[in-house]
Structure formats: C-alpha cells, structure tokens
C-alpha cells in the first residue's frame, strides 16, 4: 500500500498570497496516477487536479499540481476567500488507492 | 450533467449487514468505473473499491472479506453491501464516477 503524507498539517494564510502544499508518498506512484480534491464543510470532495498536473474542468488556473515519483505539490497562486478548505491528495496507480491525510487551509 | 445520488439505512446496529445503492443520471453506467469511498466524521477519505460494468471489481484488502459490489445497468445503478458492521464502520459513504464526479454523500451511523 503506498502511504501518502500531506504536509503541512494547517497552513494559515490571507487571501492574495501563494500556498504551495506537499504530498509525499512512500514509493514511487506510477504513471504520474496523483490527484488533488479540494473539500468544504458538508461537501463532497471536488476534484482539482489529475495526472499530477492536469487541471479538471472547471478549475481556475490559479491552481497548479506538479511532481512526480515521489514527491507532488499543490500551488495555489493567488488565494481567494473560497480558496480556504481541507485539500486531499490521492495516488490512483497502484491499489489500494490511497489518500494523504489532508491539509487544512485557513485563514491567517 | 452526470449525478450520483446515494440512498442506504441511515442508522444501523453492529453486526448487520450495510447496504448502499447509487443512482447514475445522466451517463451510462457502461461508460465507466464506479467507486466507494467513506469518509468518518472529522477524517479523512478512504477508497472502498470500484466496479465496472461487467462486473469486475477491486476492493480494499482492508474490507475485502466482509465487501461485496454489485451493477445493475438495467436500473444505471451499482451497491454496496458490507457485513457485519461495527462502530469503526460509521461514516459518510460516497459514490464516484472516475473520481470527477461525486455523490453528495450518505451518513450511515453504526450504534446499538
């Protein structure tokens, strides 16, 4: 099973900066299979990014995934008030899928 | 647009058997793979396993023994039953096209 770790836990920021969230995983997840969610309270998760890097329907360009192998980062360019939420990492390639344990991201 | 929509008990004792169903609309239930993931209140997401239309499935090694998936593409929709649940079980209980489109999610409680 490949065991994915977000880091940070929280981070705390004000609209208008740039949040860059880590995910680690603990062996090498094939064929860039790496997603990203992003989940409000009492939601489902949204799906933000797939491929490591390809950004789903709908999504602004403000958000950004890169990476590969082991190690993936979620960019937010510019925080908007909405913004501010539990993202979500999962690895896709290898079952079972797996997901990070989330980063909180709130307002500074 | 495509929807998933969840129905299952709500409530539950230990030991019975959790049966969810999600209802597909607009998309063929043939187009695709269809996932579980649960998610307990203040944690994170857990994938359950998935089914394609013909039937085959990958589960959680971790639920395997006690899981079973099951499609009806006569009705566009696919179940959930999982046996023998306990308090470790309670949860909000999602359905997923490909992982782009979500149910809004089903809270089954598990409590004597």
């Known amino acids: 099973e490949i065991v994915l770790t977000q880091s940070p836990g929280t981070l705390s920021l004000s609209p208008g900066e740039r949040a860059t969230l880590s995910c680690r995983a603990g062996q090498s997840v094939g064929s860039s299979s790496l997603a990203w969610y992003q989940q409000k309270p009492g939601q489902a998760p949204r799906l933000l990014i797939y491929?490591?890097?390809s950004r789903a329907t709908g999504v602004p360009d403000r958000f950004s995934g890169s990476g590969s192998g082991t190690d993936f980062t979620l960019a937010i360019s510019r925080l908007e008030p909405e913004d501010f939420a539990v993202y979500y990492c999962?690895?896709?390639?290898?079952?079972?899928?797996?997901f990070g344990q989330g980063t909180k991201l709130e307002i500074k | 647009q495509v929807q998933l929509q969840e129905s299952g008990p709500g409530l539950m004792k230990p030991s019975e058997t959790l049966s969810l169903t999600c209802t597909v609309s607009?998309?063929?239930?043939?187009?695709?793979?269809w996932s579980w993931v649960r998610q307990p209140p203040g944690k994170g997401l857990e994938w359950i396993g998935f089914?394609?239309?013909?039937?085959?499935?990958s589960y959680n090694p971790s639920l395997k023994s006690r899981l079973t998936m099951s499609i009806d593409t006569s009705k566009n929709q696919f179940s959930l039953k999982l046996s023998s649940v306990t308090a470790a079980d309670t949860a909000v209980y999602y359905c997923?096209?490909?992982?782009?489109?979500w149910g809004q999610g089903a809270l089954v409680t598990v409590s004597s």
């Open positions: 607009g998309d063929s239930i043939r187009t695709s793979y």
């Open positions: 089914i394609i239309y013909s039937g085959g499935t």
């Open positions: 999962q690895q896709y390639g290898s079952s079972p899928y797996t």
């Open positions: 491929g490591a890097s």
């Open positions: 997923v096209r490909q992982w782009t489109f």
